[in-house]
């Protein structure tokens, strides 16, 4: 059996009962939610490196108008979104070191310090480097999410950290928690929605719960990664998540506004 089809059956093989600590879970139940309570949990991707001025524009602008808590974008669209979410409830998350955190732990700082300095992100998803975590260089690891939540934290930024877990085993993706919450993040979170080589599962009942158990609270869970259904992302909010990466195409969907998306084979999201 090889190490990807072991942590595959791994995580698949957990019980999606769930015993979630009460006071993770939200005060009523997702489906009796409104809209604007709904949007508060979603970070909308537009992360796609093939989309146009145009696309970014677009997708950037409905993530607005549905409410989402954020517009998670790549950093070269930082000036759009920051012209599109002034005077908005709906913040910018930028992403750093996307989607696959193997740079430097120099370059990752340096990233996220040119992000962070603007004045207008809200929110930083980090890649942790998840060879780092299949090797168990734990202290690399630690060390490697710190350096980039202490810059960011000198401007208030919060930090999301993505483990892409549908590469790891339960074992690790506890561990990889601990790290973080040793670090001082301030998210966990599932997957970039680009992994390649994997079967994609992204943010299941199964991990979310397992992530939510190791955090008790110290550190918010993020899932993200084939989150296409309402009733997948109703049943995440009453585990207890406080957010999720939602694809453009999906969050009508979620939201109750559309009854379906087409699915992106190339995405996860």
Known sequence: MTRRTSAI?????LSITVDVDEKMKPLKKASEMTVKELGSYIDQSVLKPEFSEDDIRKYIQEGIDYGC?????????LDIAAELTKGTDTKICVVCDFPFGTSTTESKVAQAELYCKRGDVFELDIVANYGWILSGKWDDVTADIKAVVDVCHKYDVAVKVIFETDTLNEEQVRKSCQCAIVAGADFVKTSTGFLTGFEAYGATPEVI????????????VKGSGCIRT???????????????????????VVLGITEDASVDKNSTY
């Open 209 to 220: 719960k397992i992530m939510l158990e190791e955090c008790e609270g110290k550190a918010k």
């Open 230 to 252: 309402r009733e997948h992302f109703l049943q995440l909010i009453d585990m207890g998540i406080d957010r999720m990466g939602v694809g453009y195409r999906s969050t009508p």
């Open 9 to 13: 059956i791994q995580l698949q093989e």
């Open 69 to 77: 808590r954020t517009v998670c974008i790549n950093p070269s669209s």
